[in-house]
């Protein structure tokens, strides 16, 4: 009895200095703020370069969907057909291929003369990678506004683009932000990938207290905890969002 | 001359899957400034094909459509520029539902007229008053009902101060009892000298209001005349089976 009194105390006693070794001493827990801060910074980055390279491909792409057999041979068509070939191409090849890959590639051959700098090697390997997926996301939105939007945009005037910008982009966005907001959600948990080309993001801050201090309970733990706690709070934020689109239809 | 027609059609035909389907098959009908031409036909007849290639919403296999002395089907014409002038009502109104009744109005005008803000809200604000939904001016598309949407679309397009008028099919996704406030604006508008195009199944407004109609079958013009010639004694087969359907 005496022995597992002493035992539970032990523990407890233990578990302290863990903490403080792992967290506390050295101020080591700002390793994993310095983490936490990276992640965030090539989660957005991604989420912007992503969304942007996500619009143009699903624009080449529904474009040609809708058009090519109504359009006339000749320079358009040809120009057309040849984006359309551009983007399947990406499509095809980003999602048919491991992200770690990727994201050695991008490191070590395509940007090894601005590999110093990480995080933007992450941004742009992310966003490229979180491209192909928005692109699937925005085309549907853009395939699931009403043929008529378009017809009512053509009506008064305005070109394929303009329609395309005022009224139809507008609406396929609105339409498709939850599941946009996921894709956010999952590109925050895939960033820890990156530890992979050294760069300081949550996991690896992680990993460096780990090396330090040679325990990989307690440091692995918080890491796990910091991004479920992220990721519950963006889900409970998108859970809003859908609630609120939802509402503002009727 | 075809340049005296504000619209002059000619010989227009639409084919669908290499010809094996015409839903225009060779109609030619002019339009004058300030004329008021009813389309009506069964189902299929084409009548919504031809007035769809009015603006080429539609584009036809073959034949010209001549706007205000241009040939609009020849290619080196930009046909969004002809478009500005020719307005447009759906069957469903396709009002766009992310933008408020005012920017639905005034997004046109300001993007391809380059009009300023006070300008085209000034503009739109008359006329909502008109159709009396000044007060809906902040309100979204889908906090109106049905003929509110429909009567929001005819100033809408209105607001590019078009010279012609083109309706399809304006009152058949309307419940029944809103229609009359449809066609009381479309009446409004024909007093006041607009050139309207309308297909329509409401033979009392083509009555009333057409200057001249247009019976089509099977992508054909099968009779035009004024409403007397057209509702009063007429010696044509399918358009008296026509008219025993639906009068």
Known sequence: MYLYQLSIEDWWKDLKDTFVLNFIADDRYMLLVKGLGNTFLVTLGATFLGIILGVLVALVRSTYDKNISDMRPGFGKGFLIVLNKIASAYLTVIRGTPMLVQLMIAYFVIFVSIAQHKTIVAIIAFGINSGAYVAEIIRSGIMSIDPGQFEAGRSLGFNYAQTMLYIIIPQALKNVLPALANEFIVLIKETSVSCYIGLHDLTKGGEIIRSRTYTAFMPLLAVAIIYLVIVMFFTKLVGILERRLRNSER | ?247
């Open chain 2, 1 to 247: 001359m075809s340049a005296d027609h504000l619209i002059s059609v000619k010989d227009l035909k639409k084919y669908y899957n290499g010809g094996a389907i015409k839903a225009l098959d060779g109609v030619s009908i002019d339009i004058d400034k300030g004329e008021v031409v009813v389309i009506i036909g069964p189902s299929g007849s084409g009548k919504s094909t031809l007035l769809r290639s009015l603006n080429l919403l539609e584009i036809p296999t073959s034949g010209t459509i001549t706007f205000e002395g241009t040939d609009i089907t020849s290619k080196g014409n930009d046909i969004n520029k002809f478009r500005q002038k020719m307005g447009m009502v759906f069957q469903h109104f396709n009002l766009f539902p992310h933008l408020t009744i005012l920017n639905n109005m005034t997004l046109a005008p300001r993007k391809l007229k380059h009009e300023s803000h006070e300008e085209s809200e000034k503009f739109a604000r008359e006329l909502l008053n008109k159709v009396a939904l000044g007060d809906r001016a902040d309100a979204y598309p889908s906090q109106l009902s049905g003929g509110q949407k429909q009567r929001i679309a005819i100033v809408r397009a209105l607001a590019m101060r078009p010279d012609v008028l083109l309706f399809d099919e304006p009152t058949s996704a309307l419940d029944p009892e809103m229609v009359g406030e449809v066609l009381d604006v479309m009446k409004d508008l024909a007093r006041e000298g607009m050139t309207m195009v309308v297909v329509t199944h409401e033979m009392g407004f083509a009555r009333e209001v057409g200057d001249r109609i247009i019976f089509m079958d099977e992508g054909r013009i099968v009779v035009e005349g004024t409403p007397a010639e057209i509702f009063g004694q007429t010696d044509n087969e399918r358009l008296k089976t026509f008219l025993a359907k639906v009068l």
